[in-house]
């Protein structure tokens, strides 16, 4: 398919024109219940969203990109990570929640929105007022758009997704033809897409390699039995970000990048995959920071924090720090060796992560203030903390490390478009 093909059929979406995707929007719309009560944030860089589509676009012409920003653009905040993510060159946009799909279109983002599972029957006229792509897999889903295109006169693209060994949502491959035929043989329904979604497509082992090839290969059969009935999608798309990079026949037409889209990698065999054929690398987007917020000079063995698990082995100067395991920071870290960042310096956990709070020993370093910059996830100086360090002392993944930022956590955006870089002073400075 030429790619202004699909340019076209993904084109008849446009909403309302867009507000600006400044920081100065970004931070009113993500500050509304804690605002700045607290020097502590989590700093969005929307130039690294749209500098990694636009990477992720380069690496898989001729097939198209659509950024993955369901969950809230994986904790980093939707409408303008949305708008930076087209700007890179996404040409389309995938959500998991019909609420997700009409808080981008409320905040003014054009473009396809694509829904990642079928809608429940409640939804259906939301969907369609608000110009959202439904994925549908039964006979039941089918029917709801059916009956609601009927009764709006309206027609509507649809995706179908095909169930290829994941066996979490989806149609079983044998029951695709008639599903597809009912689509079809309705005049107001268009078979646009059809989609399937690989779980190992990140793997280190030859058994998780052989699996999504055999996801392809039966994704291919089905492509074939459908061609012969007559029956062909526009839009083929298997590929998130893993798949995207280490497996380019899963291309097709169309590739879903979620994790990418931030600036991470699921892992070493897709980042060696990414190296080997990527012009730029990618930047994380994410950044956690807080101020510190008083200091104290305790005695050897002092054991600061709940529980007190841990004596001080020699007189240090311990820093509070106003952020905690509501907002993010898992309790673990503190048993796993955990170090933030201050003064460019490491600096280990004095005693166990509160609800609201840490405690940090600086050791004999007296220069350490109140006001200080302090970053737990991100780059300060030369020394950086990343999520995928934060999901190996935590044995989870990056995924969960940032869709794990709280919501009372103010998301402050930097380097948005028609702004300076670090115009938008954070909290506290």
């Known amino acids: 398919m030429a790619d202004g093909v699909l340019k076209r059929i993904w084109a008849g979406t446009k909403g309302p024109e867009a507000p600006r995707a400044d920081s100065v929007e970004f931070e009113e719309q993500a500050t509304l219940a804690q605002g700045r009560s607290r020097p502590a944030w989590a700093e969005i860089d929307l130039a690294a969203v749209t500098h990694n589509a636009a990477v992720l676009a380069r690496l898989v012409q ?48 054009q473009g396809p929105i694509l829904l990642l599972s079928e809608c429940s029957a409640e939804a259906v006229s939301t969907v369609m007022a608000h110009r959202l792509t439904p994925t549908l897999y ?9 009956e609601a295109t009927r009764a709006q006169g309206q027609r509507k693209a ?4 095909v169930d290829t060994g994941m066996h979490r949502v989806g149609a079983q491959p044998a ?53 012969g009935l007559g029956l062909t999608p526009e839009v083929l798309h298997t590929a998130n970000t893993a798949g995207a990079i280490a497996f380019p026949t899963a291309r097709y037409h169309m590739v879903r990048c979620g994790l990418g889209i931030y600036g991470h990698l699921p892992g070493p065999a897709v980042s060696r995959a990414f190296a080997a054929t990527a012009e730029d690398p990618l930047r994380p987007a994410m950044s956690l920071k807080a101020r510190v917020v008083s200091v104290r000079n305790l005695e050897p063995g002092e054991r600061p924090s709940y529980g007190r698990l841990r004596p001080l082995p020699a007189r240090s100067l311990v820093a509070t720090v106003p952020m905690g395991y509501a907002d993010g920071v898992p309790r673990q870290l503190f048993h796993r060796g955990y170090e933030v960042l201050i003064g460019g310096v490491r600096r280990p956990l004095a005693g166990m992560v509160t609800m609201d709070q840490i405690v940090v020993d600086c050791g004999d370093d007296s220069s350490v203030r109140p006001g200080d910059e302090v970053v737990l996830l991100g780059r300060q100086g030369d020394q950086e903390i990343t999520a995928e360090d934060w999901a190996e002392m935590l044995g989870t993944i990056s995924y969960e490390v940032l869709c794990g930022v709280g919501a009372r956590m103010p998301r402050i955006a930097v380097n948005g478009p028609g702004r300076a870089a670090g115009s938008l002073s954070p909290p506290g400075a």
Do not use: S
């Open 62 to 109: 001729p097939a198209q990109l659509c950024a993955v920003v369901k969950a809230h653009a994986y904790g980093h905040g939707g409408p303008a990570v949305a708008r930076a993510a087209l700007a890179g060159g996404a040409i389309g946009l995938a959500v998991a929640l019909v609420d997700e799909g009409v808080e981008l279109r409320q905040h003014g983002v």
């Open 138 to 146: 039964t006979p039941e889903g089918i029917e709801r758009f059916v």
């Open 158 to 161: 649809v995706h179908l997704k």
């Open 175 to 227: 029951d695709v033809p008639a599903l597809v035929k009912t689509i079809v043989d309705d005049p107001l329904l268009h078979f646009e897409g059809l989609w399937t979604h690989m779980p190992v497509a990140d793997g280190e082992t030859e058994n998780d390699r052989a699996f999504t090839l055999g996801q392809l290969e039966a994704f291919e059969r089905l492509r074939g039995e459908l061609a």
